[in-house]
């Protein structure tokens, strides 16, 4: 069976010392597929306070294991990769992420446990992330855009954000990843060229105001030394 003799050892036990055993467990059917079950089982005392039988209440969780089961294989094999990686639920609170992730803002994984993943996306570039998730709620397509963020020292990086649901084999979603490219140098350099670019501009409009200038000097003093001349005559 999927559980240990140990497990079922430690599940009687609790019975027949009169407690309530509770944890989850997994069953074979009839027809040989496997079900989950959230299971309580608890005795049942007669009047001599003794154990006559017991009474199991079930809940059954097949299709959380199963997705438990898909997202922990899909965390391993984004762990290994160098892509920044995370997933949230649908109200936004994080839950995972790879190390990409953790590094490139800075936090550790019990920082970001719980945390909004909104309140990582810089205050300007907030509301286009919120309109694309709503975008990808009305299209089931996923989101890109480029955008900034704020790491845990409060330094701005920038990452190209791809952004989509996972969803169940119902096609409803069950929580929200995204995906990070770090564009930091690229944008940083981007700035600094745009600087430069505004800079040249304005010593370009400085030297062509001087020439002009020197055009109205060369004027005026033409037109001073033939007024000159002409007092001569």
Do not use: C
């Not at 969780?61 to 898909?70: D, L, R, V």
């Not at 997933?87 to 920082?111: E, Q, T, W």
């Not at 060229?193 to 200038?213: I, S, T, Y």
């Amino acid at each position: 069976g999927f559980h240990s003799q140990e497990f079922y050892e430690n599940m009687w036990k609790t019975i027949l010392s009169g407690n309530v055993f509770r944890g989850e467990v997994k069953n074979k059917a009839k027809d040989g597929t496997y079900y989950w079950v959230d299971a309580s089982i608890s005795p049942i005392f007669d009047n001599q306070n003794k154990i006559t039988g017991y009474i199991a209440v079930r809940f059954p969780i097949t299709k959380q294991k199963e997705f438990e089961e898909k997202t922990k294989i899909l965390s391993g094999v984004l762990e290994g990769t160098s892509q920044a990686w995370g997933i949230a639920d649908l109200k936004g609170s994080m839950l995972n992420a790879n190390h990409s992730f953790i590094n490139f803002f800075g936090y550790d994984l019990n920082d970001l446990n719980g945390l909004n993943y909104i309140n990582l996306v810089s205050p300007e570039y907030r509301d286009v992330v919120t309109k694309g998730i709503e975008q990808i709620k009305q299209t089931q397509k996923s989101f890109t855009t480029e955008a900034g963020f704020t790491k845990k020292d409060g330094s701005i990086v920038y990452a190209n954000l791809a952004v989509d649901f996972f969803y169940d084999e119902n096609g409803i979603p069950q929580y929200i990843y995204a995906f990070l490219n770090d564009t930091t140098e690229r944008k940083m350099m981007e700035t600094k060229l745009k600087d430069h670019a505004d800079e040249l501009e304005k010593l370009n409009q400085l030297m062509v105001g001087r020439e002009l200038k020197m055009i109205e000097l060369k004027e005026s003093l033409k037109i001073a030394e033939e007024k000159i001349e002409e007092l001569k005559k």
